[in-house]
């Protein structure tokens, strides 16, 4: 047998120059009463995209989010022709596409048709909210450019498939829990590993941010509990999420606890903002949670939480 491999030009830096796109783009969340609140954009040191805003009133799984503004394409024509992306015959789309392998979920939505005869300085109109109750973890946004309808005289080299992405005008990896969110919990399918684990891999407490790539708790989809703890419905469900979260949290606060610089978190010194210092120097002074023994804090941990699932406060 043999491996056929389709090559076909695609949207490479020399094209970009030629099309000169520029774009005007903000994250938003829609109030109840329908109104836009723009999202501040934050590159964390992996240039992945944290959205919040201001007052930290934003919850993602609640009232979901969008995006927002204009793309503006400089050159359009650039795109076609017999040595450029397609021939000049066939059409060109512009499409938003999404990908979240944590949440299971991806899309395409196209949002413009380009051809050869399009006029230049096109601005293209973008405003589209993502699915609802769907996303989480970390979904990568892209502006694509692919082939809409192929040439009817296509050139060696020239993409034939209607739907073949060509490129990405413009890519985002928006993180919408994690680093973000106050347990860095990561949702994993591992069928060889229980319920949930715990990693740990931070030296330096005082400095290192409290996110997954420093210490994150692992819940396990592939396990037969997994739909009881991640979406609690019946007392025993809350039950089980209560042990489950409270077991990761004596976890990570036990190791912790016999770190050098476990003194220096219980006071709140030299612990730099939004690091595992701060965040458990706040747990320590802000929740009702013992820490005196290993006994104390798995008592005060459970019944803290059992108090929060209750009120619908977790």
């Known amino acids: 047998m043999v491996n056929k491999v389709n090559m076909h030009r695609l949207y490479d830096e020399e094209i970009e120059e030629l099309l000169n796109v520029s774009t005007d783009l903000v994250f938003y969340f829609r109030e109840e009463d329908g109104l836009k609140q723009i999202l501040n954009q934050t590159l964390d040191y992996e240039f992945k995209t944290i959205l919040s805003n201001e007052d930290d009133s934003w919850d993602f799984v609640e009232k979901g989010f969008g995006l927002s503004g204009s793309v503006t394409l400089g050159c359009p024509t650039s795109l076609f022709g017999p040595t450029r992306l397609v021939n000049s015959d066939a059409e060109l789309g512009i ?15 196209p949002i413009a048709t380009l051809t050869s005869k399009t006029p230049n300085d096109l601005m293209i109109p973008i405003d589209y909210y993502f699915p609802k109750d769907k996303l989480f973890g970390e979904v990568v946004i892209s502006l694509i450019v692919y082939l809409k309808k192929a040439s009817h005289n296509s050139m060696p080299g020239e993409a034939r498939v209607s739907g073949a992405i060509l490129g990405e005008l413009e890519e985002w990896l928006v993180i919408l829990d994690g680093s973000g969110s106050t347990f860095p919990i990561v949702i994993v399918n591992e069928p060889d590993k229980p319920l949930w684990f715990v990693d740990f891999n931070y030296s330096e407490p005082l400095i290192e941010p409290f996110d997954k790539e420093y210490i994150a708790i692992y819940l396990n989809k592939a396990h037969d509990a997994f739909k009881f703890v991640y979406n609690p419905k019946t007392k025993l469900d809350q039950v089980l999420y209560v042990e489950f979260l409270a077991g990761a949290i004596h976890l990570i606060l036990q190791n912790l606890m016999d770190c050098p610089d476990w003194q220096d978190i219980q ?9 595992i210092g701060q965040v ?35």
């Open 280 to 314: 458990m120097h706040y747990f320590k002074t802000t929740l009702d949670w013992d820490l005196d023994t290993p006994e104390k804090l798995a008592i005060s941990l459970r019944r803290d939480l059992e108090i929060r699932v209750k009120s619908g406060g977790i």
């Open 95 to 109: 499409a938003i596409q999404w990908l979240s392998k944590q949440s299971s979920q991806r899309g395409v939505v």
């Open 267 to 275: 006071d709140g010194r030299n612990c730099e903002e939004g690091s």
